[in-house]
């Protein structure tokens, strides 16, 4: 049905993995009036069901494999069609093997506290 058009972008030292719908785009507009309004919604897979956007299952393995890659998969709709997938990744500071080896070693136990979800943090914890 609908080809993903990839894109990797860096915004201000962040990698941000874009995948548009064939077709769709993204752009910023003024609004003038009504007739130019478009609803937009952005955040996770139960954002967009709670909000009545589907999610195809193709998507939900695009969102599994940028997870597994360590970003965050979020989704953008518009207008209640998905158009987006945004894999979201923070840099891991090139010091923090180190000092999570330096913790271990003073026989501290060391965890991650994350708000991602489990295969992001995962993936995360695998570099450190």
């Known amino acids: 049905r609908s080809r993903a058009i990839e894109k990797e972008i860096s915004i201000a030292g962040a990698c941000i ?7 769709s785009y993204l752009s910023s507009t003024e609004v003038v009036n009504m007739k130019d309004a478009y609803t937009v919604l952005m955040g ?11 999610v195809e299952l193709k998507i939900e ?3 599994l494999r940028e997870e597994e890659r360590g970003r965050t998969a979020v989704l953008v709709a518009l207008d209640g069609d998905l ?21 271990k070693k003073h026989g501290l136990d060391v965890v991650l506290l994350t708000g991602d979800n489990k295969h992001t943090a995962k993936a995360i914890a695998e570099q450190v």
């Open 17 to 23: 993995d874009v995948s548009l719908l064939q077709g």
């Open 44 to 54: 996770n897979r139960e954002w967009m069901r709670r909000n009545g956007v589907d």
């Open 61 to 63: 393995k695009k969102m």
């Open 83 to 103: 158009i987006a997938v945004l894999g979201i990744a923070d840099t891991v500071k090139p010091e923090a093997h180190l000092t999570v080896y330096t913790l």
